[in-house]
């Protein structure tokens, strides 16, 4: 069977060349790999069933025609609408000029509008052909990413017809525009309009051409916010009274072409009933962002992740209420009071997937509530729900977003209603709209929250959601004075993560009010230099972590979804409630949650430049700063030793954490003053050299172009004669151990991978203990969910007692049964061997040997877990640091 590749080439080819246009729709079949016998007879009559010159119909197939530049719209539309021409059920329709082409998938409808010339880019359209269905996204409504297929389609045709839309007023204009659109497709196909009543008038009274549906969509719109109706003309009388700020305002709707016009009644053709409002804002935001269009259906959060940030802030606390009041009519009563004061703010809301989520978990309990007061009162209350989008706060950056967001709250409040109305028999009407909720377009970090969200001492208020995380080095200028502005005075906030920005306000926020924060962050705030950077200052707010899920996976249920790794942190005041820390399936209730989501104080490790213990000196390892010239792959360095036998001298070994780790092969070229002259000797070496002169010469840095007079060395050279013990920079953090080693002189440890030279072996077996390996995962930044060791933080920071000579004996004698143990899998790299599901059981039993010899020096009973190693180590760790003047 053909392949995609073979397909995508056979394409590129017939399109490379000069198009025949008697036999391009052959060879075009041919290139998806149908039988040649059948096109054969295609092209010979035997199987065309379309008696018209020229045409050509295949059953199952095809339906092929030329046609003039003028009709290519008319012509597919005309196709499209005869269910005679289509009885034979071709699959494919396909209109050409050979300068343009139109084509439509019969079984999806999705259809296909390019230049001629573009057919390689959009082969993928027709590999039905070849047997390959397009996927669909597991674990989503498919409806849900065919709106935002055809609204993005429509979005990009309306821009072209509106090439004068370019200022941010216009483009606001556009984003309502699409906001009210979405809104009648939705409300004509649940009950708010009469059933398909929006897109059947366009159909009606708008010309084909698409000339004057820009003036027919605007008398609607202004319709849809007048109250008084008197003398209106049938075509747009029925339409009724919207308001609710949706069609408030006056903006100008664009204009539209055949085109965009035959868009916009395909887009209403959908079923609209069946689209999720849950993660309907996010799927339409990709409609106006291109760099979203390869991902529609991965770009929304998935209720069970929202849920882990909603059910510890509030859902859970109010659902025990609920099962307290349950027998008591006032006591549930005073519940549904509550609940209807409650207000939810997300400070970077997005589209709305938080604040929907929210509003639908507190609607589903009110409902719960109200069923439960009729079975104790043993008849119907008649109560109506009183929770309303008016509590309900959002600030976002983009403007469409902003936009949609307002209109996703709505069609969540309609399903709630409808919802409602099934479960009592009654509802409130769902016109007119009342007021959207308070979701406002700005710039997070420079508004006041409380102007957006009014705060009193009685409120009960949670803040929520998942803002955005970008690491110091990949924020941009205005994110830079995002930062410069909340952190004002604060020394180090430069290198904060964007999101350290919104835990700082929510801190100050809440912090003297009776309101409680939670968001979904990169777990980097609670790692490394970030901790005391940030959250000694947090804390002064009188505040406190109240919860935390430990990192997990950040991720949709869409296919192929990388997610990103996070954690969730919730904030209240300082209070004496329980604290909960969530990890995988387990819930621990603990006495304090500190800032790196430990049970135990909140103390804060930040960099030390010597070790407060008494171990030995850890350092980087050698820099080249080459550009990789000093640098030799297996084969290069064989191929020089095998011409140039002498240069042996002139090449050691070099490990990074890579080589180390995985039993790679990499060497470099490690030139001294006294053989600089036999190096210059041998050509290919000293056009090396030459490249390293040439990069470091034209470096913008002035300490890298002094480097350029010795451009035969490293640039920084910490190598020292006599062994030494290599630690990993970036470890996986599924590993028990970071595996370490001890080398010779004749191996180079590159940077920014870390050596200690001349150790004494009992170092070697102190960090690699459990006991520093519990230190390590608790302090040590992160490269994604990777350790990321540090001197300063990992090694320099790690509270280790003075022992005696005898203990650094026995402690060596365990060291050598370790590396004893690797020698007897030397046919193994580290890896395979620090794999937790394959160590090897000699290896484990070794590791935990040293292990107990480690913990014997802080005290003779063993320790039990990593959360009782790390409070003892925070305890020593406290005191060593006093001691040492940090």
């Not at 397909?7 to 060879?27: K, P, W």
């Not at 903006?251 to 309907?280: A, C, H, M, T």
């Not at 849920?307 to 659902?319: R, T």
Request: hydrophobic share 40%; with cysteine.
């Amino acid at each position: 069977m053909i392949n995609i590749t073979q397909i995508e080439q056979n394409v590129a080819n017939l399109c490379d060349g000069e198009i025949n246009q008697q036999t391009f729709i052959y060879d075009f079949l041919l290139a998806f790999g149908l039988a040649k016998a059948s096109i054969a007879r295609l092209q010979k009559g035997d199987k065309n069933l379309s008696k018209t010159a020229g045409e050509i119909l295949w059953k199952k197939k095809l339906y092929f025609k030329p046609t003039a530049t003028a009709e290519l719209y008319q012509t597919i539309e005309s196709i499209r609408s005869n269910p005679q021409l289509l009885k034979n059920d071709p699959r494919f329709v396909i209109v050409t000029d050979f300068q343009q082409l139109l084509a439509l998938d019969t079984k999806t409808l999705d259809t296909l509008d390019i230049g001629f010339n573009e057919l390689a880019k959009h082969f993928d359209f027709f590999l039905p052909w070849a047997g390959m269905e397009k996927a669909t996204y597991q674990g989503e409504n498919p409806a849900d990413v065919k709106a935002a297929e055809k609204m993005a389609k429509l979005f990009d045709e309306i821009r072209k017809d509106n090439p004068e839309f370019t200022s941010k007023e216009q483009l606001h204009s556009l984003n309502v525009f699409l906001s009210r659109l979405l809104f009648c497709f939705f409300a004509e196909d649940t009950g708010i309009f009469a059933e398909k009543q929006f897109t059947n008038a366009i159909k009606s009274y708008t010309q084909s051409d698409g000339s004057d549906v820009h003036q027919y969509l605007d008398k609607i719109f202004a319709l849809m916010n007048q109250k008084e109706r008197a003398n209106l003309p049938d075509y747009i009388a029925k339409f009724p009274y919207v308001n609710g700020g949706l069609f408030r305002d006056s903006y100008p709707v664009p204009k539209f072409s055949f085109k965009s016009r035959q868009l916009l009644l395909e887009s209403g053709d959908l079923d609209w009933s069946v689209i999720n409002p849950d993660i309907f804002g996010s799927m339409m935001q990709a409609v106006v962002d291109a760099k979203q269009r390869s991902g529609l259906g991965m770009h929304y959060t998935s209720v069970p992740n929202i849920m882990k940030v909603i059910e510890p802030l509030f859902l859970n606390e109010l659902k025990e209420e609920f099962t307290k009041a349950s027998e008591s009519k006032a006591k549930l009563e005073k519940l549904l009071a509550r609940i209807a004061k409650i207000k939810i703010f997300d400070p970077a809301c997005g589209s709305g997937n938080f604040l929907i989520i929210a509003y639908k978990e507190l609607r589903s309990l009110e409902i719960s509530i109200m069923q439960r007061i009729d079975e104790l009162t043993g008849k119907a209350s008649m109560l109506f729900s009183q929770i309303q989008l008016h509590n309900f706060y959002g600030i976002e950056i983009d403007d469409f977003a902003h936009e949609i967001a307002k209109l996703s709250l709505w069609l969540a409040e309609h399903q709630m209603n409808m919802r409602f109305e099934k479960e009592f028999g009654r509802t409130l009407p769902p016109l007119p709209l009342k007021d959207s909720g308070n979701i406002v377009c700005a710039n997070a970090c420079r508004i006041d929250w409380e102007e957006i969200c009014p705060k009193t001492p009685d409120d009960e208020i949670y803040i929520l959601g998942n803002p955005p995380y970008l690491g110091a080095r990949l924020q941009n200028e205005s994110q830079k004075y995002d930062m410069s502005l909340i952190f004002d005075g604060i020394n180090g906030y430069n290198n904060l993560d964007y999101i350290a920005a919104w835990f700082f306000k929510a801190g100050r926020y809440i912090e003297t009010f009776k309101i409680k924060s939670a968001f979904v962050t990169t777990n980097s705030i609670c790692q490394g230099e970030q901790v005391s950077l940030l959250w000694s200052h947090m804390f002064k707010f009188n505040i406190e972590i109240s919860f935390a899920h430990l990192s997990f996976k950040w991720a949709n249920n869409a296919k192929s979804n990388a997610g990103v790794t996070v954690a969730i942190i919730g904030l209240r005041n300082v209070s004496s409630e329980s604290k909960y820390i969530f990890q995988d399936n387990s819930i621990t209730q603990v006495k304090n949650i500190n800032p790196y989501l430990l049970d135990a104080k909140n103390i804060y490790i930040s960099k030390h430049s010597r070790p407060i213990s008494s171990l030995s000196e850890m350092c980087f390892g050698s820099m080249a700063n080459d550009a990789g010239n000093l640098f030799l792959t297996p084969q290069e360095y064989h191929d020089i030793i095998e011409k140039y036998p002498n240069t042996k001298p002139l090449i050691k070994k070099l490990l990074g954490s890579q080589e180390f780790i995985r039993g790679e092969k990499k060497y470099c070229l490690w030139i001294t003053d006294e053989l600089k002259d036999l190096a210059f000797s041998i050509p290919k070496i000293k056009q090396r050299i030459d490249k390293v002169h040439n990069v470091r010469l034209t470096s913008k840095r002035a300490a890298t172009n002094v480097l350029a007079d010795q451009p035969y060395k490293f640039g920084e050279i910490r190598h020292k004669k006599g062994n030494s013990i290599i630690i990993p920079s970036v470890s996986s953090e599924r590993r028990e151990y970071i595996p370490m080693g001890f080398l010779n002189e004749d191996t180079v440890i590159v940077a920014p991978n870390l050596a200690i030279y001349d150790p004494e072996p009992w170092i070697f077996g102190v960090i690699s203990s459990k006991m520093h390996m519990a230190w390590v995962r608790a302090v040590a930044g992160r490269l994604e969910t990777r350790i990321r060791y540090s001197s300063t933080l990992c090694y320099n920071t790690f509270p280790f007692p003075d022992i005696s000579a005898d203990q650094k004996k026995r402690i060596e004698m365990y060291v050598f049964e370790v590396l004893d143990e690797r020698e007897k899998h030397s046919e193994k790299t580290l890896a395979e061997l620090y794999d937790p599901d394959k160590m090897p059981d000699g290896l484990r039993q070794a590791h935990h040997n040293l292990d107990i010899a480690i913990e014997q020096c802080y005290r003779p009973k063993p320790f039990i877990s990593d959360e009782e190693r790390l409070e003892h180590l925070f305890t020593l760790y406290e005191q060593m640091a006093s001691k040492s003047g940090k």
